[in-house]
């Protein structure tokens, strides 16, 4: 069975500074992986994806998250973080299979302080 | 044009009551989810379908039924509301696992 594992229930950066969210995953395969973003009040919006290919991908609003197959990791970074990435951070993890379903970590709230 | 939209936004009501959530997609997805997103944030899939077929039940109270009349629409329908089906349901669309889901803004319910 699938499931992801965010260690950091809350992460408090300054603005400017570097931001790096962890994420495990357990899957047998090569999983679907994902990062969303939900703002206070607000649906989930997919901010990358990763299932093959180039292991660094880049997603909407300078972030970045490195696939690692040994570590079972998929971290999203960015280099430079805004006041308004203040939010709530889903990792995700998909199979390729028919009648399943995303599962998700149990986020990190990123606040930002000036 | 809101590509996964739900409605209402916000929904206040009395134990006991029934209650429906609808949801629209105008993006030609095949296949539809409903999400429960708890007090402490974590997101539960609840019921998926596929072209108007269920696919997914996950252990959910049968006081909960999804109904599809076509691929872009996914109702959710709550009998008998009890104070702990007080969450944020969203709704999602996805054309394929590995595309991601797009989600609505959700539903707030709170049952008082």
């Known amino acids: 069975a699938q499931s992801v594992t965010q260690p950091d229930i809350h992460i408090t950066v300054s603005e400017g500074a570097s931001l790096e969210l962890r994420c495990n995953y357990s899957?047998?395969?090569?999983?679907?992986l994902f990062w969303y973003v939900q703002s206070p009040g607000q649906g989930l919006q997919l901010l990358l994806k990763?299932?093959?290919?180039?292991?660094l991908v880049q997603g909407i609003k300078g972030f970045e998250a490195e696939f690692k197959r040994s570590q079972s990791s998929f971290n999203l970074r960015k280099p430079s973080v805004h006041w308004s990435d203040a939010a709530e951070y889903f990792c995700a993890v998909g199979a390729n299979q028919a009648g399943t379903a995303l599962i998700f970590g149990k986020g990190t709230t990123l606040s930002v302080s000036s | 044009d809101t590509a996964v939209s739900q409605t209402p936004k916000y929904l206040v009501t009395q134990m006991g009551n029934d209650k429906s959530i609808k949801c629209e997609q105008n993006l030609g997805h095949d296949t539809m989810y409903w999400y429960k997103q708890d007090s402490k944030k974590f997101l539960k899939i609840m019921f998926s379908y596929n072209n108007k077929e269920l696919i997914i039940n996950e252990t959910v109270p049968n006081r909960f039924s999804p109904k599809s009349p076509d691929k872009a629409h996914l109702n959710l329908h709550i009998n008998s509301l009890e104070l702990g089906d007080s969450a944020v349901y969203f709704c999602a669309s996805s054309s394929g696992q590995g595309y991601g889901y797009t989600f609505g803004s959700g539903t707030r319910l709170t049952v008082v």
């Open positions: 990763y299932f093959s290919g180039d292991t």
């Open positions: 899957y047998g395969a090569t999983p679907y």
